[in-house]
């Protein structure tokens, strides 16, 4: 029996919604994929051949503190300093009533085979009320060396600061670092 004309054209489009599935999928499992697998694990400096393992919870999440070298993604990451009450000297960068500003300067090296971005916007702080937040409170207080962002190659190094608006003395600030927005993995470091 001959097709009409009516039922090979309802035909084309249930054609171009498959294929459009099929290439969300392959998009998805791509990502997924390259967001790899490795967990967060502190460097022992002592022995820069071995790595030590703390994890929180079942949360797959792992907590750091300042001077911890981080393994991560194929980089070691480094929160290397925190200065609070952090002063710009730019008189228009001036903190919200109750809050500071505090600068945290951080060290990247990328320890894979391949090119690695890093991103200012991979870091947000969490507060002592739970608030995490970007560094964009803060523009107007980043500083000269300002991470910002651009890609390191092999055995690539980057230092540089970023500023956060946190409450004025909160003694539970977090540290957040995520290297992909396709993972859900991602670190944290007790400041």
Do not use: C
């Amino acid at each position: 029996m001959a097709k009409t004309k009516s039922e090979s054209e309802k035909k084309k489009p249930n054609k171009i919604v498959g294929i459009m599935t099929l290439i969300i999928i392959v998009i998805v499992v791509i990502a997924i994929a390259s967001s790899g697998d490795s967990e967060p694990k502190k460097v022992d400096q002592a022995d820069t051949g071995s790595t030590s393992e703390r994890k929180s919870g079942d949360s797959g999440k792992t907590d750091f503190t300042v001077g911890d070298v981080i393994a991560f993604d194929g980089r070691e990451i480094t929160v290397t300093s925190v200065e609070r009450n952090y002063s710009t000297g730019n008189e228009y960068a001036i903190p919200k009533d109750g809050k500071e500003f505090v600068k945290i300067d951080i060290k990247i090296e990328n320890k894979s085979d391949d090119k690695l971005s890093y991103n200012a916007f991979d870091w947000k702080i969490q507060d002592s009320n739970g608030t995490i937040e970007d560094y964009t409170e803060a523009m107007l207080a980043q500083p000269d060396n300002s991470l910002g962002s651009g890609d390191l190659t092999k055995g690539g190094k980057k230092s540089g600061s970023i500023v956060f608006q946190v409450p004025k003395g909160d003694k539970g600030l977090i540290l957040h670092f995520e290297s992909s927005i396709w993972s859900s993995k991602s670190v944290e470091i007790k400041l």
